[in-house]
């Protein structure tokens, strides 16, 4: 992976960090937390649509994915600390 793909998988990850931080009202983590759950959630995304082999081609292919890793990622953070 170049230093060029790696800055822009940085950036769709604090995006989608952001988004979802939006998207799912609530307590939060803070915009910090939620930008570092969005750049491990992205990961996660990727990974889970490329399991279910999901194009998650182009910019906006990768922000879907990183949102949805992003979401997926904030559900079971809470779910964890609601235990």
């Known amino acids: 992976m170049s230093t060029e793909h790696l800055l822009i998988f940085l950036a769709v990850g604090l995006l989608a960090g952001f988004l979802a931080g939006h998207i799912w009202k609530g307590s939060g983590f803070g915009l910090v937390g939620n930008l570092i759950v969005g750049v491990v959630g992205s990961l996660f995304g990727v990974l889970l649509f490329g ?9 906006i292919g990768l922000l879907i994915a990183a949102i949805v890793g992003a979401l997926l990622l904030l559900y079971a953070i809470r779910l964890i600390k609601r235990h």
């Open 51 to 59: 399991m279910l082999n999901i194009s998650s081609s182009g910019i």
